[in-house]
């Protein structure tokens, strides 16, 4: 990939201590390094009010501690009395999620404790792990009500430990194409979108005249977050006017999981990262259907990222990003849980003959995603009582009526799929091809009643053919084919069983009921009881806390806010008038029932709007120059702090799941590859360690890899959530390789190993005690084999993708920083002039013969000082 033009902007406060005086709170935060530093002043003397003061200036870490001395001894009782302070340290914190009111005062909320989940490109994600709330107001002004107590519990149920996520430096709330696009904008227009904040400070190299904005300057950039998917926008509101951006932490909910492909030891890291909507946010039957804006219930937005692990840079390194949609179906519709049955009936509240909350919908969609936006139905269609089928045949009518009106190049796309039967419509790729790689564009949106067993199954298989058209893009495999019972796949399966285990205890109140292994009938029989104790634990939740719940997520969420001479939380009968605006005050303006959409969309079709560069869009940004060694932009330093004594355990503190030590067999030593079919059984898990059974599966193995790959992927069938039962499914072929190799005889492989194996004699100059084995020469031969064979087929290919353009073959270019790469040989880059001088002037350094300093090692001097001393 080409070099970004610009980086992001890693936020100066994420380390934080709260100090208190009887009359004032002091927020002191400060970048890892400690070298920069921000200061809050919180007054709390006021009972009701909350007022903050930022001066927005960045101090050192000498003036802080000048200031917080005066501080300490303006505070004092009696002047020079050191036994009691007058300033005193209350909590240290990671971050600020925001302030609240209920009848009272304003208390803080900040982050006590985090633990990294992920690293993408070097940018950290955290997970809170534990909050501390803090009353602002001083006891002799503090105002009681007797009602505050239960407000306090009721917002606490929102337990904030439990899948809240954060960044410093990566926007969570956004895809990594649309992180990656704003990197990529054009020069000129950075250029315009500059804004100098810089502060301005004594500079002890000024008589050097050497300006920071030279010719090393970098752009910053940091944008503002989707408010649909930050659930703590509303806690931050308050003050997102009055400080200054570091400070505003903006916090997702959903699912964050990593784990670590290796690929005959290259490292490739499957990122899962699932968005939850803070809009029409719910139980799952307490929210159904959509909002009068169309936002609609149990919406998740799921993004799966592949990274080349060996590349830390999100300007040299190489990344695939899909993403796909869940949540209700976009329309009035309901269930009445008063009658305490297990599938109460559906009822369509409101008529709406001309689509308008779907058009609301999809208009979002084709905003945030383009063109075209698929609709996975995983309803059913054939019942004998009228049950789900009342959803799809209203979804029919409204999408029919919708695309009317679109260009036909841009339609909505309807697909009604009965997870009983086995499609294999997932091969089409589509997207935007632009310099820097292939752009995503529409999304596949999958739906069906609760959005939780058969959606998340239904998404799990759309997310396995993409993950092999992203490794095929990378080049890491031959063909965008993936089997089953694979390493590969196991791991991203275990990643969606996660995944949606954590979606469903979100919404649902348990855990998923019927899993991947259950849809495709492998689960084993222990597996039924399981299923029966969660579908208990479901109905428990949803018959006796949901309501609880609902409450904690409007009172968090701020769609209730609790006010003096208004009814309280819980003596409302029902939420509908806070989710629904338009029962409490009619629109003043109507939107058209023809050109449903936003002005401007249709033009960048199938482009998404909010990706494009245009005038409102660059409204969203904030543009920054700073000189390439500022810590603002300096990912490297960020990740790896050279500055300060660290341990491995420290730095690389994410345990995340790998392919070969969780899944790969540990008694087969033939073939390593994540990419290779095993028995159902047989995992890192689970695998027998005696002789027998070790020496039958090395057997199976040379049989399985010399046994020719079937012609198809094998079939799958699946089931919906209430009906364990499925039809039976065509069983494929035992075992396939990604990169099929033809096996030779026994006397083809003593020519081939006296041909590639020399005597140690020749090969190192001495003779070693120990010869290899029989069975290392055979695997080192089958890698050779491996090589050469793929090298031929990668060659073949690409003559034949030349001559020939055949119907439905995709034909992916590589991107990678080398030219050539794959799993097999890197040629190394070449090495440049600059480079070579570098390494002359440290051979001659350690001879004592210094080179003269030139400007650029004066500028990283300078910021040096700068930084640390000054």
């Avoid at 090589?787 to 690409?798: A, R, V, Y």
């Amino acid at each position: 990939m080409p070099t970004a033009a610009a980086a992001p902007i890693i936020r100066c406060v994420q380390k934080l201590v709260l100090y208190e005086t009887r009359a004032r709170y002091f927020l002191v935060g400060s970048n890892h390094a400690e070298t920069k530093y921000r200061v809050l002043k919180i007054d709390r003397t006021e009972p009701t009010d909350l007022v903050i003061i930022d001066d927005k200036h960045v101090y050192t870490q000498q003036e802080v501690r000048e200031l917080l001395g005066r501080l300490d001894l303006g505070n004092r009782t009696k002047i020079g009395q050191k036994g009691s302070s007058g300033l005193s340290r209350a909590v240290s914190a990671f971050g600020v999620v925001g302030f609240v009111r209920f009848l009272e005062g304003y208390y803080i909320v900040l982050i006590t404790k985090r633990r990294k989940m992920a690293d993408i490109g070097g940018h950290a994600i955290y997970k809170i792990e534990d909050t501390n709330m803090i009353y602002i107001p001083n006891d002799t002004v503090r105002i009681t009500h007797p009602d505050e107590a239960r407000y306090l519990r009721i917002f606490q149920n929102v337990d904030l430990s439990s899948n809240f996520y954060f960044s410093y430096s990566y926007d969570l709330s956004h895809s990594l194409q649309y992180n990656l696009t704003i990197l990529r904008m054009p020069l000129e227009i950075l250029k315009t979108e500059t804004i100098q904040t810089r502060q301005e400070s004594f500079d002890i190299f000024e008589d050097e005249g050497l300006t920071a904005q030279g010719g090393s300057g970098v752009f910053g950039i940091c944008s503002e977050p989707y408010k649909k998917y930050v659930w703590n926008g509303q806690l931050l509101d308050i003050v997102k006017n009055t400080v200054h951006h570091d400070w505003l932490l903006y916090v997702i909910h959903g699912f964050c999981g990593q784990s670590k492909l290796l690929i005959y030891g290259r490292p490739v890291h499957v990122t899962l990262i699932a968005r939850r909507s803070s809009k029409f946010a719910g139980t799952r039957f307490l929210k159904r259907g959509a909002n009068s804006e169309g936002d609609v219930a149990n919406e998740v937005e799921t993004e799966q990222i592949l990274c080349d692990a060996s590349v830390m840079s999100f300007s040299a390194g190489s990344y695939s990003s899909y993403v796909q949609v869940r949540g209700s179906v976009p329309l009035y519709w309901s269930q009445d849980i008063s009658t305490m049955m297990p599938k109460p009936p559906i009822t369509l509240d409101q008529a709406d003959p001309f689509a308008h909350i779907a058009a609301l919908h999809f208009d979002q969609m084709l905003q945030r995603f383009g063109s075209p936006i698929i609709i996975l139905n995983l309803v059913k269609e054939r019942e004998k009582r009228k049950h789900e089928r009342i959803l799809s045949e209203e979804l029919v009518g409204a999408v029919t009526y919708l695309n009317q009106f679109l260009p036909p190049e841009h339609a909505i796309v309807y697909i009604p799929w009965d997870m009983a039967k086995y499609t294999k419509r997932w091969n089409e790729l589509g997207g935007f091809v632009v310099p820097t790689g292939r752009l995503q564009t529409g999304v596949l949106r999958t739906n069906c009643v609760d959005c939780l067993d058969r959606t998340n199954t239904a998404q799990f298989m759309v997310g396995k053919c993409a993950l092999a058209y992203q490794l095929y893009s990378l080049g890491l495999i031959d063909k965008p084919n993936l089997q089953f019972d694979t390493d590969a796949v196991r791991l991203f399966e275990e990643l969606y069983e996660d995944h949606g285990d954590t979606l469903s205890l979100q919404y649902g109140g348990s855990q998923l009921v019927h899993r991947v292994k259950t849809y495709r009938k492998i689960a084993p029989w222990t597996q039924h009881s399981k299923d029966i104790m969660q579908t208990l634990s479901r109905y428990y939740s949803n018959a006796f806390s949901d309501a609880d719940r609902q409450d904690s997520i409007n009172l968090f969420l701020g769609v209730f806010q609790p006010a003096e001479g208004k009814p309280h939380l819980w003596e409302l009968p029902t939420d509908f008038y806070l989710h629904h605006k338009n029962t409490m005050s009619l629109s003043q303006t109507r939107r058209s029932y023809t050109y449903w959409w936003t002005r401007g969309v249709l033009n960048h079709l199938p482009l998404p709007y909010d990706e494009v560069t245009c005038t409102e869009n660059r409204r969203k940004l904030i543009v920054k120059k700073f000189h390439k060694y500022e810590e603002e932009i300096d990912i490297h330093n960020e990740f790896f702090r050279p500055y300060e004594l660290s341990s491995f355990d420290d730095t690389f503190c994410l345990a995340m799941t790998n392919s070969i030590r969780d899944f790969m067999p540990k008694n087969v030593g033939i073939d390593p590859s994540p990419f290779t079919v095993r028995k159902p059984d047989e995992t890192g898990k689970s695998v027998v360690g005696n002789k027998s059974n070790r020496e039958e599966t090395v057997l199976q193995r040379k049989t399985a890899a010399s046994a020719p790959p079937p012609p198809s992927e094998e079939a799958v069938s699946s089931s919906s959530e209430d009906d364990s039962g499925t039809d039976k499914e065509d069983e494929g072929a035992v075992s396939q390789r990604s990169t099929p190799v033809k096996m030779t005889d026994t006397g083809d492989n003593i020519k081939i190993t006296e041909n590639i194996v020399q005597s140690m004699k020749d090969m190192y100059g001495i003779n070693l005690s120990d010869v290899p084995s029989e069975d290392d020469l055979t695997i080192y031969t089958r890698f050779v084999q491996l090589g050469q064979n793929q090298h031929k087929q990668d060659k073949n290919n690409q003559q034949l993708c030349s001559k020939h353009r055949l119907d439905g073959v995709i034909n992916l270019i590589h991107i990678s920083s080398f030219s050539q790469d794959n799993i097999y040989e890197v040629q190394p880059p070449k090495v440049d002039k600059k480079s070579i001088d570098i390494f002359h002037a440290h051979i001659q350094a350690g001879r004592g013969t210094m080179q003269p300093l030139v400007k650029e090692d004066i500028l990283m001097y300078r910021e040096y000082i700068r930084n640390r001393y000054m």
